[in-house]
């Protein structure tokens, strides 16, 4: 599962958090036993893998980490008698089954999530050093790891390197172009280097696709103002307070959309 706090694009409003928390990592187990082959070198039928379920997974996700493909989430729901599947138990253990052909990758990926998981520990305590070594080896062992990708891209913003994250990013977009999460990292890598129209260009893509995603329509606005786009900027500080007017962000929308309308900026 994807995890690591995305870098907040308020930052210049003195706002603390972060931007989304998502679920721990995956629990990866031991492949479950296999029935031995009839005969010396015949190849057994399916080879499993067990996934325990942790808090915010979903199925998408986890056909994303061993199959590299998260349409593959309906064929997991049927395989475990899965009548919800977007509601899965914490706890629970999903069952992966793969073809002869599959099965080296499968183990491929399993390994990669241990140092993965590691880099995941070390961006919890703030140890940026140790996460992006434990990334870049995840993505030795399974550089199609999108999850490792985006998380080392992050940690890379963090350090400052930020046309490296910006490369990893457009590159993770460009692959998951539905993926909110990379949208507005890649809108986040772009608002910190001050290129404000290109950011809130991203934006506008998450949003056009997640129309409630609510750090985007802020990411969006924040980026308007910042590039002195006063009337798109006004309508985009209204929309976002359309989708949000109680909480400290609205608050923050509030004082910038009232400096516009006072002709302070």
């Known amino acids: 599962m ?31 036993p296999v029935t031995p082959p009839s ?22 996700r986890i ?20 009548s919800d599947p977007d ?26 999530l241990e140092p993965y998981n590691r880099g995941v520990d070390a961006m919890a305590a703030d140890d940026f050093d140790r996460a992006q070594r434990e990334f870049e080896s995840s993505l030795q062992t399974a550089p199609e790891l999108t999850d490792a990708q985006y ?4 940690v890379l913003m963090k350090r400052g390197q930020h046309q ?25 890598c772009l608002f910190y280097q001050t290129r404000y129209d290109e950011a809130a260009a991203a934006f506008h893509r998450v949003l056009a696709i997640h129309p409630r ?10 980026s308007l103002h910042e590039a002195g786009r006063r009337a798109e900027a006004t309508a985009a500080w209204n929309r976002y307070l359309a989708l949000d007017s109680d909480s400290s ?7 910038y959309l009232g400096e516009l309308q006072g002709g302070e900026r």
Not at 39 to 60: D, F, I, Y
Not at 87 to 112: H, K, N, Q, Y
Request: hydrophobic share 45%; charged share 20%; aromatic share 4%.
């Open 39 to 60: 005969s010396p070198g015949e190849a057994p039928k399916s080879l499993t893998l067990a996934h325990t379920v942790r808090e915010g997974e979903t199925l998408a």
């Open 151 to 154: 998380n080392l891209a992050l």
């Open 213 to 222: 995603h609510l750090r985007a329509a802020f990411g969006e606005a924040l």
């Open 249 to 255: 962000w609205a608050e923050a929308a509030r004082r």
């Open 164 to 188: 490296e994250a910006e490369r990893m990013l457009t590159t993770l977009s460009s692959q998951r172009p539905q993926d909110a999460d990379i949208g507005f990292a890649l809108g986040n």
């Open 87 to 112: 509601r899965l138990a914490p706890g629970s253990v999903i069952a992966l089954s793969f073809a002869p052909d599959e099965w080296d990758d499968a183990r491929r990926r399993a390994a990669a």
């Open 2 to 32: 994807r995890v690591g706090a995305a870098i907040l694009i308020g930052v210049a409003l003195g706002l603390a958090g972060c931007a989304k928390q998502v679920a721990p990592p995956p629990v990866v187990e031991s492949p479950a």
């Open 63 to 82: 056909a994303d980490l061993y199959y590299a493909d998260p349409s593959r989430a309906r064929e997991l729901a049927a395989a475990n008698g899965l």
